[in-house]
């Protein structure tokens, strides 16, 4: 089955997780074609923006850094990410991430349930 | 954890799957890292190299197209695909992917399991 970007289902999120700003989920894909996992999008964080801290418990995340950069804090401790980083998230760790710098930045993300 | 490019563990396979040419498979995630998946992975196609044909078996594959283009073949079906566009094949399905532009066709691919 051939997904078309302009055809995934967007959802804008305002201040998601407590961040600032506005951030863009992409679906790449949905209910219907996941299985043993509860997101795959892409996600488009505006200079600026962010998505708060938040807990993964019972599942794991994979944050895919496409283009741009920025900061992700895991449990407290600061790490920079660009591109092609990766950051995997779980057992109930906790993460957040901002884009401080001047471009959007890009990823992708996939959480998968234990 | 974050996970540097740079760090990621990067496998060749000559011929993939009975495809042309050498095509480098880059892991964003390593069985530690992994669940209810087995492959989580940067995959880059040179011009003319080519993914050959193959089935998935419970288990769900999604091709993420990064950039570049090519046709993916789908249970016989020819399908162009470019930049941002998701193939997503299980169920039984099989598929193939050839580069047959100019440049590098990059993807990810991920493979969960039933």
Do not use: C, W
């Not at 900061?71 to 401790?77: I, K, L, Q």
């Amino acid at each position: 089955m051939l997904i078309k970007y302009k055809d995934m289902i967007k959802e804008i999120k305002k201040e998601m997780r407590g961040g600032k700003g506005e951030v863009t989920i992409t679906n790449i894909a949905m209910k219907d074609n996941l299985i043993h996992a509860r997101l795959m999008a892409y996600i488009n964080i505006p200079a600026g923006a962010s998505i708060g801290e938040h807990q993964h418990v019972k599942e794991i995340e994979y944050y895919i850094i496409l283009k741009g950069m920025g900061v992700v804090t895991e449990d407290g401790v600061e790490m920079k990410v660009k591109e092609k980083d990766v950051v995997i998230t779980g057992g109930g760790s906790t993460h957040s991430i901002i884009n401080n710098g001047n471009e959007e930045l890009e990823m992708i993300a996939v959480i998968i349930l234990e």
